[in-house]
């Protein structure tokens, strides 16, 4: 069994190709370990009849020699994604036992390129957070813990924090994830996986309940960069049903991947190096620098001046556009109703039942920004800033090929320590959000082991649409770091 | 900018929000907290530039005219809490 | 004396003096299209609750609107056709505020940078005089769902079939005095709009609404305060609503009260304004761009194709059947309000070989064929008549086969039985008798039989002239060439 389970996404599908396991197989295999780690939490919704009958046609595929590039591959979905038929969340009271008539674009590209579906993960409710602490269905459980601590539960980070987890504990083969603010980065870093966040329209939105439409972007979470590479070809794609989707064809994001880094030049933004910052962190940014230097790379120094106003800037663009589009959430066409004497009644009972303390807060903040009289005063001046962010990274890639730095300014902390103070759990996310507000593509590697024995992230940051350089970047980090810890849960499986 | 009870609460209702007596005291707290950080914008010069509404460079598509889509009442009320044969219904409201 | 009455302008007189009226109209016209502005749903009238709502329509969680180029296009010939100018980046905003009919909590419309900006519209009042009313913006913004109060004792049911169907809002400047101005700039838009096809008017089915701002002032005096009557579905309610509105506000503010800036609503049954305080508390809309959009952006050339499609326009149509077909300012302007009226008439003009008399074909067109239609409640489509079978009756009565007064006989058979205008003249034997002979023998027979009144007419009587006209026209059974009758008689009472 242990063995099966070892195979990353690409020995797995060289293996069901090979005909040396078929994908009921490795279906059931993942189905048993998603029952043995269900104190992970990490899922909200297991699919086992569904994963098996896809298996079973996927074995058909292949034993024919036919299938897509990911035939017969289980994997996890974040219940972010909407799936026919399939209880959708968002981990939210207010979605209560929403099953959509329709599949997302993302996974109806992955189950057309093969892909089993085993359920559905937790998250983040709406995917705000930074911890998965705030899912209505309860944290999910970092598969780690620390050296000198074998019995705190940590975060998994968020918002995919589900899906980290599964992925960190074996109870998924990969699985999605979606990134606003570093909701694949950062949970990816906190669990030793590799996660990445695609340039924004890169993946279709179609389908994916929406968090904060400009920021939201959906990626892959995997074992390994190849993985990543191999994942993302089956999310992507040109989607005619989302305005916002790049009009652009999906290259081989694996060709090239081994090419190395040798002639490429490597920003290092002296603006991520803040105050506070551990200096376990700093030293292993500085290795990872080093890393690619001895790779061949060459290192060049840049500032991406408005950098310490990315943070605030999100908070005030992603809460206006989540007022907006939880509108939606008012008990009339599905999910919770909480009934009252009136129309607005109604509303304010089903969303005042439906919707927990931090998404309230952001609806109120956004609300708030978007109000007369004070519009011009935080969301345009918000706006601005945000060209300015975007300016900051034109320029680096006027003269870089891609950008290095921490994937989080900490490693996993412990369920309940941050989650009375909405502003520290937000800067968590002050390595991954520039990105977002830039619509850059951008990729976290696990790298080394804090002095506690949790896994640390860097993190690569590309140009628009380079998501192949960059992957080959993330590639000679991940060769050079050889992370090989495994928490110590998978001992003996 | 801080802001009180009064305002939140009427920001709640602005936002249809059921927000509890006892749970709107610590509202003010977090919403003053997050704005007392996110206020930190005004030490930026943002003179002359342009507000960033969209990260792509592509221009917005623009689809052919044709009933491609409809005429499936059953899926559109599937999941409505209160559904009245094809109709949604809500609280009976008075104009 | 007509004249110089109307020259005056609108006034209503209060007890302390005369007031003017300020009006500015905002039209929600429903852009003609088969399907929605963001979704591939349907937009045909009256169809089953729920059955043209797409899952972006009823705005399920994770949907996302794609704009309907042909929508766009409309928008655009309405903007050329107002003579405005096309923005040629524009974009779209979320409305937010949360009602029954509006799923997703906002309405996509257009706020800062519509697609159209300013324009005019000139105006033919019915006393002659003619006015400009300026267009401050066009935009493109979705349609609400409906709801349906009277289902259910508690309950209000809610359809979604309008939902996200294409409008525009054209807002016109405060250019409007009195309630016939904006009865006739209704009448204009809904004439402008119906030509390019851009909208079909009908203001019972809801594809024109009107939301109607009034004020009072003092003349002279600088603008008042406003009040918004919401939703007003047909130009005679339209002109209520501004009379009573007007009226209300200058008795308020002849007993020394101001006028609160408010949204009304328009009773029909009750022919008066009421408040819509409910729906008033708190309205704050939060627009912003809309982040599942990108701004509008219009190719020149796509605008000049466009331009360059569009058909003639009524103004300019008029100003044609007055210079080439000498028709008067009245009847160039009925026949081309409507496109069908023009075209049906031009059909009559133009067909057979080209000789027909256009200001006697507008005559028919406008009091024969209408008045007939209008009697029989039919619209020009279902005219029993056609422009052709019309214009065979033009060459009848041109080429003098028969008289003007045959020809109304044959057109009332014609209408009864469908039978062309040659066919009715044939097997009736109405065919004017031109043969001079024939005339000049009833002519003796008349002038024979009345010798008493030919003496009298010979001794000064000239008014006399008419019976034996009469009298030969009769004789003749109504086919005798009335001008040779006049020529002969004349001849004959003069010998």
Known sequence: MGGLLDLDLVAARDALRAGETTSTELTRAYLDRIEATRNLNAYITVTADRALAMAKVCDEKLAKGEGGPLEGLPIAVKDLFCTEGVLTTAASHILDGFKPPYESTVTSNLWGAGAVMLGKTNLDEFAMGSSNETSYYGPAVNPWRAADDAETKLVPGGSSGGSASAVAGRAALAATGTDTGGSIRQPAGFTGIVGMRPTYGRCSRWGIVAFASSLDQAGPMTRTVADAALMLSGMAGHDPKDSTSAPLPVPDFSAGLEDGVKGLRIGVPKEYRIDGMPAEIEKLWAQGVEWLKDAGAEIVDISLPHTPYALPTYYIIAPAEASSNLARYDGVRYGLRVDGDSLAEMYANTRGAGFGAEVQRRILIGTYVLSAGYYDAYYRKAQRVRSLIRRDFDQAFETVDAILAPTAPSDAFAIGAEVDDPVKMYLNDVFTVPLNLAGLPGISVPAGLSARGLPLGLQVMGAMFEEAKLLRVARALEKAAAFAARPAMLEGI | ?95 | ?495
Not at chain 3, 131 to 145: F, N, S, T
Not at chain 3, 327 to 334: G, P, R, V
């Open chain 3, 1 to 495: 004396m007509a004249e110089a009455d109307s020259a005056q302008p609108y006034r209503i007189q209060g007890e302390t003096g005369p007031w003017e009226l300020v009006i500015g109209l905002e039209v929600h016209a429903q852009v003609t299209s088969k399907s929605k502005l963001f979704s591939g749903a349907a937009t045909a009238f009256g169809a089953e609750p729920n059955s043209q709502v797409s899952l972006v329509d009823a705005a399920m969680p994770g949907m996302l609107p794609v704009i309907n180029r042909e929508c766009v296009d409309q928008a655009v010939r309405t903007g050329l056709a107002l003579e405005a100018r096309i923005n040629e980046v524009s974009v779209f905003d979320r409305k937010n505020y949360f009602y029954a009919d509006l799923p997703q909590g906002y309405q996509i419309s257009q706020y800062l940078q519509p697609i159209v900006g300013e324009g005019v519209v000139h105006l033919d009042l019915e006393d002659g005089r003619t006015c400009e009313v300026g267009i401050e913006r066009l935009h493109l913004e979705q349609d609400a769902g409906k709801s349906l109060h009277d289902q259910h004792p508690s309950k209000s049911y809610i359809d979604l079939n309008r939902s996200g169907v294409a409008l525009m809002e054209i807002v016109s400047k405060p250019d409007l005095r009195s309630p016939e101005e904006t009865a006739a700039y209704i009448r204009k838009l809904r004439s402008i709009l119906r030509y390019i096809g851009t909208c079909d008017g009908n203001m019972q089915e809801g594809s024109m609404r009107c939301d109607v701002n009034v004020s009072v002032r003092r003349p002279g005096e600088g603008f008042g305060t406003r009040c918004e009557i919401k939703n007003v579905n047909s130009i005679r309610f339209v002109q209520q609503a501004i009379e009573y509105e007007a009226r209300r506000q200058i008795e308020i503010l002849e007993a020394g009260g101001t006028i609160d800036q408010e949204t009304r609503l328009f009773d029909a049954n009750r022919g008066e304004t009421r408040s819509m305080r409910s729906k008033e508390e708190a309205h704050d809309y939060r627009y912003f761009p809309d982040p599942d959009l990108l701004p509008l952006v219009l190719d020149p050339a796509r605008i000049a194709e466009l331009k360059a499609s569009l058909p003639e326009l009524p103004d300019a149509r008029k100003a044609r059947f007055m210079s080439e077909y000498g028709l008067s300012l009245y009847d160039a302007s009925s026949l081309t309000e409507e496109r069908a009226t023009a075209d049906w008439y031009e059909a009559v003009v133009k067909g057979g070989s080209g000789k027909r008399d256009p200001k006697i074909a507008a005559n028919w067109v406008l009091s024969e064929l209408f008045g007939a239609l209008n009697k029989a409640g039919l619209d020009l489509a279902d005219s029993p008549v056609s422009a052709d079978a019309m214009g065979g009756l033009m060459d009848l009565l041109g080429d003098g086969t028969i008289s003007g007064r045959i020809a109304k006989d044959v057109f009332a058979e014609m209408l009864e039985t469908g039978k062309d205008a040659a066919a009715i003249v044939e097997e009736k034997g109405l065919k004017q008798v031109s043969d001079t002979g024939a005339i000049e023998a009833i002519v003796d027979a008349v002038l024979a039989e009345n010798q008493d009144k030919v003496a009298e007419y010979r001794g000064g009587k000239d008014k006399l002239f008419g019976f034996f006209v009469g009298q030969t026209m009769k004789r003749s059974g109504g086919k005798a060439n009335p001008g040779m009758v006049n020529e002969l008689l004349k001849a004959k009472l003069a010998g």
């Open chain 2, 1 to 95: 900018m801080s802001l009180d009870k009064a305002t939140v609460a009427s920001i709640a209702t602005l936002a249809r929000l059921r927000v509890p007596d006892d749970r709107l005291e610590p509202m003010v707290g977090d919403l003053n907290a997050i704005l007392g950080f996110v206020e930190q914008l005004n030490q930026v010069n943002t003179d002359g530039v342009e507000p960033l509404a969209n990260v792509t460079g592509h221009a917005l598509p623009q689809r052919e005219d044709a009933v491609t889509d409809g005429g499936y009442p059953e899926r559109v009320t599937l999941n409505a809490p209160d559904p009245a044969g094809d109709f949604y219904a809500v609280p009976k409201v008075v104009e």
